[in-house]
């Protein structure tokens, strides 16, 4: 046994056995001495040895000590995993979103829930969002769009750099990858972007910038 590995948990089980009181407050005295909880197990262990308490009492004593430090240090745990769940989780770098000709979000059923789900998706890599526009829009309507924005880098507006993706142009480049041999395009840009989408409540506006 090594008592350096010795656990407020493991301690708590091994006393549950049958060796004797005694014997077992001997086998891990270096532990209840050195260890974590060293400073409230010492003074019930100078009471064992100075006769003013018998072997049962203390060890009944010390398990106390033990499984309140115990309790505590799960409590604090399991408050940092729930403190740490509530935080935001960390964005991805582009949010693609689909629109129509009126600056509508357009949206899909959910294939589990039959639920109308906005055609709004996020990604860690350009190429990824482009994709998915590319797809979403050779599906779609032929006034449908798409706009790629960074969600972490900005113009000197501060509005977010944003890429508009228009269907003609993601259908050609599907259509030629079908043909042809495998090859990624990235999707024609239109730049910067003359308007800005305001979202209220369900429905977007666009203005002029």
Do not use: C
């Amino acid at each position: 046994m090594t008592e350096r590995k010795m656990t407020p948990k493991g301690f708590l089980h091994k006393a549950s056995g049958k060796i004797g009181a005694a014997a077992f407050l001997a086998q891990h005295r270096q532990w209840l001495e050195t260890g974590e909880l060293s400073q409230f197990t010492s003074p019930i262990l100078a009471k064992l040895d100075k006769g003013e308490v018998l072997p049962t009492p203390a060890l009944e004593e010390i398990k106390v000590v033990v499984l309140s430090h115990h309790l505590a240090s799960e409590t604090r745990k399991a408050e940092a995993a729930m403190e740490k769940a509530a935080q935001p989780q960390v964005r991805k770098n582009y949010i693609v979103t689909v629109y129509n000709a009126k600056g509508e979000v357009q949206t899909r059923k959910n294939q589990n829930t039959g639920e109308d789900m906005d055609l709004r998706e996020t990604f860690d890599l350009s190429s990824q969002a482009e994709g998915w526009a590319d797809r979403r829009l050779f599906d779609g309507a032929s006034d449908w769009f798409a706009v790629i924005e960074h969600t972490k880098m900005t113009d000197k507006d501060g509005n977010p750099l944003a890429t508009t993706v228009m269907r003609d142009d993601a259908i050609a480049r599907i259509l030629r990858a079908k043909k042809g041999p495998v090859m990624k395009s990235r999707p024609q840009s239109t730049g910067k972007l003359s308007f800005g989408v305001k979202a209220k409540g369900d429905h977007f506006q666009f203005s002029r910038g």
